[in-house]
């Protein structure tokens, strides 16, 4: 039963860092190594409709080296210009 709650967690997560990734080309600009960027406080707006979740989700995106932004945790207001690229 926990290897099925662990299995779950992860399809979980794997589904939303897609739908992060997603929404991130779809809101965001092309940066100078061509891959897609965002500011925070952008995507924060955009993304309060999708999901409370989104700075988790971030560091879980960042860990997983799918993105990458300054910092560790990221704050609606204080991390607002920090700008997150796509690693793909």
Sequence with gaps: ?????????????????????????????????????????????HYQD???SLVGILMRAKRRKRLKYEGDMLFQGQSDNVVITLLE
């Design 50 to 52: 999708v999901s409370d």
């Design 1 to 45: 039963k926990t290897e099925e709650r662990v299995k779950n967690a992860n399809a979980w997560v794997d589904k939303q860092i897609e739908q992060l990734i997603n929404i991130i080309k779809d809101i965001g600009y092309k940066g100078a190594d061509g891959n897609s960027c965002v500011t925070f406080g952008k995507l924060f707006i």
